[in-house]
């Protein structure tokens, strides 16, 4: 699935800032890289590429007809948004820690930075 995002990303002009692939749904944290970067068309070609590949190999439909999208205004929300995706698997019980959980990650930060300042309380949810 994520091979699928990130080609997306890459025709569509997008970064993929965080994502955390849970078992019945995704989280994304995406930025625009172009003026003429297009969440929808985005996110409609990554639905499109990674529900074609996900069907051929499991015979059944992947996405769901709608999701749920937000704008962020600023930088220090984005990093807030990406930290909280990324805790996704805790607060879920999935993992422990999120280092142990093989879904979730950031193709702009690296995992130790998008940790960096998370408290314990976060950590255990």
Not at 11 to 27: N, R, T
Not at 28 to 45: N, T
Not at 88 to 97: E, H, K, M, S, V
Request: glycine residues 6%; contains cysteine.
């Amino acid at each position: 699935m994520l091979e699928q995002f990130v080609r997306a990303a890459t025709e569509k002009g997008f970064a993929i800032v965080a994502y955390c692939f849970m078992p019945d749904h995704v989280h994304l944290l995406i930025e625009g890289l172009q003026e003429s970067s297009d969440c929808k068309r985005f996110m409609a070609k990554a639905k499109q590429y990674a529900g074609y590949y996900y069907k051929k190999r499991f015979s059944q439909r992947l996405w769901q007809r709608y999701g749920y999208e937000r704008i962020l205004r600023s930088d220090d929300a984005t990093l807030t948004v990406a930290r909280y995706i990324v805790m996704n698997p805790i607060r879920a019980g999935l993992a422990t820690c999120v280092e142990s959980y093989p879904f979730v990650g950031s193709l702009v930060l690296t995992l130790a930075q998008l940790l960096e300042g998370i408290s314990e309380s976060e950590w255990s949810g």
